[in-house]
């Protein structure tokens, strides 16, 4: 942060501590929102406030503050500006905000209590109104709060080598990455069942439920929101059956709102038994390849810069996340064994895509997403050397490496009209007419179908990426890969297919085939993504 701080009369008690951070802070006690935007514009300044009013200028930046409390409000200040890297406790004078300069023990005499210039040998004075400061019992109790307010944000701006861009994420007192993850949205009421005493804090007070207790919030009620629940001893707290570790925050919009927000350890070993099922200790090595690659695509998606209330989703639309439930030795030990291990490529940390069976070959990035190719998510063999035989192929042994599906010709066609509507390719049916060919576009080197052509005898309905399995779907279940056959004949369709998911990146079920035939998981991953290192990071 290079720019300075101007803050409304609202924030006073804010301001001195920032002064005595060191963090370059005016403060207006009296002035008016015009007065306040020049003087922001004309110093080059952000402006720190507590009333939205203060928003929209041009050319200023505003940094609007909802909390009372003192903690808090820095805790939101941190997320917008780096606090850690601009304290210097006693840099700036809490009256003025002018900068302390050392003043030599001898001329500090008559200024200062003699207790003071007895106990005391090093003084700093403020050279605008003469304040003379010096670190005291005072001083200490002050630098012992902030330093504890500090370490539950730390904001950490890490830079790869040969990357320019930098990396914003709040840590634990240990280090790690804290991740906010989306449990649940959009909801009239949330029950919170704990398993232990739990304390429930808020913007003006905080107060303990009892263990088995079932605590109910809605969206009427009184409380001060958001609402944080931690347990004494660090036990789950349950939401819908599911429980999850560390902290919950419920916050409330139009609707309530649940935030899990634990550390990226604790974090990942509740995604890969979710993502990659129980498994054998013969089996540890891909186990650890997923904890690997799950570490790095929530790395990657940490949103702190962006500021809204969560970094991933529990779903399949990130990675699915269930808390503590299906945790097992074997994942946690590979999750262990990989402490702070990401994937990188050229040094910055890489979009670790994976999906469960890719058929024997893997997919581009483009096949599915249609975006400027990525080095390191090409089209590869999933097999130790090129080879046509499927028994080669690391994901031959899962259950979906090669699949079938047979309808009756009418009943394909009206099931295909039927999914042209239901996902928005048209808004009637009857206008779809009548179903003349269908035709596929493949990537000749991944076998993926790219684009999809349903011609009729009123129009040609043309899909891409997605939407293709979206618009073969059966019932609910979309079609499992783009990775497949259409064969008709007068009376019926068949569509014979290979692999599940998209298919880009790493192939689980390869992965746990690799493991199976002695493959280290570094080895796996630099298998499926080419050119990448393992990095530890933390």
């Known amino acids: 942060m290079t720019k300075g701080l ?3 009369s609202m924030l006073g008690r804010l301001a001195k501590w920032l002064r005595f951070m060191g963090i370059d802070t005016l403060y207006v006690k009296e002035g008016d929102t015009a007065t306040i935007q020049n003087l922001a514009l004309r110093t080059g300044r952000i402006i720190v406030t507590k009333s939205h009013k203060l928003e929209g200028r041009e050319k200023i930046e505003t940094i609007v503050i909802d909390s009372e409390n003192l903690k808090c409000q820095i805790k939101e200040l941190s997320e917008r500006i780096d606090m850690k890297c601009n304290t210097k406790l006693s840099g700036r004078c809490s009256l003025c905000n002018s900068l302390l300069i050392d003043i030599k023990k001898e001329n500090v005499r008559e200024k200062i209590p003699s207790y003071v210039f007895d106990t005391q040998d090093k003084f700093l004075e403020c050279p605008n109104c003469n304040k003379i400061y010096w670190q005291g019992t005072h001083y200490k109790n002050l630098k012992k709060r902030i330093d504890s307010i500090l370490a539950s944000l730390v904001l950490i701006s890490l830079v790869f080598t040969g990357c320019a861009k930098k990396v914003f994420y709040k840590t634990n007192r ?12 959009n909801q009239n009421e949330i029950s919170i069942f704990p398993s232990d005493i739990t304390v ?6 905080n107060f303990k439920i009892e263990p088995f207790d079932t605590f109910r919030i809605s969206v009427g009620d009184n409380y001060d929101f ?26 409330l919009d139009s609707n309530l709102t649940a935030i899990n927000f634990v550390d990226m350890e604790t974090y990942i070993k509740g995604v890969v038994p979710q993502e990659l099922g129980v498994r054998s200790f013969s089996e540890i090595e891909a186990v650890k390849a997923q904890s690997v690659a799950a570490r790095t695509y929530a790395f990657n998606h940490l949103k702190l810069s962006k500021k809204p209330l969560f970094d991933l989703v529990s779903t399949v ?31 910055s940390p890489i979009e670790s895509k994976y999906s469960s069976t890719c058929g024997g070959i893997t997919s581009y990035v483009t096949d599915n997403w249609g975006r400027e190719t990525i080095p ?20 031959s042994i899962s259950p979906l490496y090669k699949w079938r599906k047979k309808y009756p010709r009418e009943e394909f066609y009206s099931m ?33 179908v790219t684009t999809l052509k349903i011609k009729t005898n009123t129009d040609e309905f043309i899909l891409r990426g997605l939407d293709i399995r979206k618009v073969l779907k059966d019932g609910n279940k979309i079609l499992w890969s783009n990775y497949f056959y259409i064969e008709q004949s007068e009376d019926s369709i068949i569509i014979d297919g290979k692999g599940a998911g998209h298919g880009c990146g790493m192939c689980q079920w390869g992965a746990i085939g690799m493991a199976r035939r002695g493959y280290h998981y570094d080895e796996i991953l630099k298998h499926y993504y080419r050119g990448t290192n393992v990095k530890k990071i933390y």
């Open 6 to 8: 101007v803050l409304d």
């Open 174 to 185: 240990m280090g790690i990455p804290m991740v906010r993850v989306l449990i649940e949205q």
């Open 200 to 205: 429930v804090k808020s913007l003006k007070k």
């Open 226 to 251: 958001p609402l944080s629940f931690e347990s004494k001893h660090n036990s789950p707290i349950f939401l819908k059956g599911i429980g999850y570790p560390t902290e919950i925050i419920v916050y």
């Open 317 to 347: 639309y990130d990675q699915v996340y269930k808390g503590i439930q299906n945790r097992n030795p074997i994942s946690d030990s590979a999750v262990n064994e990989t402490f702070g291990k990401i994937i990188t490529y050229q040094g």
């Open 376 to 395: 390191y998510l090409r089209s590869i063999m999933d097999s130790p050397k090129y080879s046509s035989k499927d028994e080669d192929k690391f994901c």
């Open 416 to 448: 295909l009209k039927n999914n042209l509507v239901s996902e928005n390719i048209v808004s009637i049916k009857e206008l779809i007419g009548n179903i003349k060919t269908i035709c596929l576009e493949r990537n000749s080197r991944s076998k993926r």
